[in-house]
């Protein structure tokens, strides 16, 4: 008998299909973000990364252009299981021949290139409007700004931006999540909090009120506590957030990025909150380390609790967009990529293998001793010989791909100036 036969009858005594499971994980899309390859550099800016989010470290064989940064996904990604799409930010317009357009006026052509990837490997794409790193941020503000023209400039940048994620559903044949997420704030205590908020309301009020296919376009707002430099208010606030995604449930989805609250608060508890009123709901699954650090996700208990929330929740899979938000910079970039897909993967089969009904059940009728029980007895089930096979099944190793990025870092990223 192998392990994978051996652990399909322990967990069939608990009630749980582990072939079925295998099945349903390989159909679930997980976003994978393009900024964990170059520090959310970009390609159309030369200077460092600024609005309220950070990279630390200075590991040697960051992607320069698109085409290593195309290339270092590429490896990634086939040591990766489940199924992928690919999320871009807009700041990684690529242009041809000297080209250059501001990120008002970004149309779908300067994406081209990202689409012909996506298209060639049979994935769907999502995309953000970058409100960062660019002179255009006015004293830390772009949608909420005081400034007609700072305003302006922001709202015809999403605007472009609505069109872009069209042309991606268009093209890919899968829905394009578009994500809004600013770090609009200010450092110390605010006389006025409403004023931004409502002029943060309006412009992104301006942006939907572009035409676009809701059932191509599915465009998202982003909350957040605090961000660096801007401790003592955040625009974009989780009651800003929320509020506007109800109001607007027709065209707009709240998204939930788990660095974005305070360190007790936890994510995996708010989706079922927020599937109970939204029809569909977004994440941005990261790890904060006492804030919104951004480090890779590991396969630790909150990362087990969300996917578990997913899987739980009535048609949760089917209404949530999944992707990932982490960036180090102080480990090899492409073993960072795998190792929080991989970690999140491993979630979902973990969640998948869960006696949920069971555990349900036994809460339903108040046997809370044996609920409790049955969930420890979980806790160490064999489900690294399930992973085992789920990797077989798609195609890549369990263990010991490193081997295969150790030999890309000294053929390929360490020859990078
Ligand atoms: C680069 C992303 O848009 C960014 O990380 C945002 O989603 C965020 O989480 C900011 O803290
Ligand atoms: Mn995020």
Known sequence: MTRYESAKEIYAKLGVDTDAAIAKCKEIPVSLHCWQGDDVTGFDHDGPLTGGIQTTGNYPGKARTPEELLADMDKAMSLMPGK????VHACYAIFEDGEFVDRDKLEPKHFQKWVDFAKERGMGLDFNPTF?????VKDGLTLSSPDEEVRNFWIEHGKACIRISQYFAEQTGVPCVMNIWTGDGFKDIP?????PRVRYKESIDAILSEP???NLVKPCVESKVFGIGVE???VGSAEFSLSYAAMNKDKCLPLMDNGHYHPTEVVSDKIPALLTFFPEIALHVTRPIRWDSDHVVLFDDETKEIAKEIVRCENGIDRTYIALDYFDA???RISAWITGFRSFQKALLDALCQPSEMLKELQDTNQMSKKMVVMEQCKTLPIGDVWEE???QCGVEAEGWFDEIQKYEDEVLSKRA
């Open 84 to 87: 992928k799409k690919i999320n």
């Open 132 to 136: 960062f790193s660019h002179p255009m």
């Open 191 to 195: 006389a006025d909090r409403m004023g």
């Open 212 to 214: 676009f296919d809701t």
């Open 232 to 234: 003592a208010y955040t």
């Open 330 to 332: 102080s480990i090899n």
């Open 390 to 392: 789920y990797c077989r």
